[in-house]
């Protein structure tokens, strides 16, 4: 069993920037692939960004340039870097884990370890 808690979330004028951090306890976190997913209201539950356990990461394209995805293995931890946010940006935003990558990283469904998630606000 994996647990999973968000932090960093808040409000922030457009054109500013967010820190998001995921830590992890439970499993071998190396070996996991870890995802960022954010889900506006009445909205359905997106990709954003995607680390390996080899390092190889993938963003969608409406934050490519924007968010950096990192992670530390020897602390568990995952993060989201996220500069010049957009009023469209506002989420909830949620780290997940899977045992497996491959060419559905983006899939939700692929991913059986949520945290509760973190309230990004960007106001214009």
């Known amino acids: 069993q994996v647990q999973l808690v968000e932090s960093g979330g808040g409000l922030v004028q457009a054109g500013g920037s967010l820190s998001l951090s995921c830590a992890a306890s439970?499993?071998?976190?190396?070996?996991?692939?870890t995802a960022w997913f954010r889900q506006a209201p009445g909205k359905e539950r997106d990709f954003v960004a995607v680390?390996?356990?080899?390092?190889?990461?993938q963003y969608a394209d409406s934050v490519k340039g924007r968010f950096t995805v990192s992670r530390d293995n020897a602390k568990n931890m995952m993060y989201l870097q996220m500069n010049s946010l957009k009023p469209e940006d506002t989420a909830i935003y949620y780290c997940a884990v899977s045992s497996y990558y491959n060419t559905r990283y983006y899939d939700p469904s692929l991913y059986a370890y949520w945290g509760q998630g973190t309230q990004v606000t960007v106001s214009s």
């Open positions: 439970g499993g071998t976190f190396s070996r996991y692939t």
């Open positions: 680390i390996a356990w080899s390092a190889i990461t």
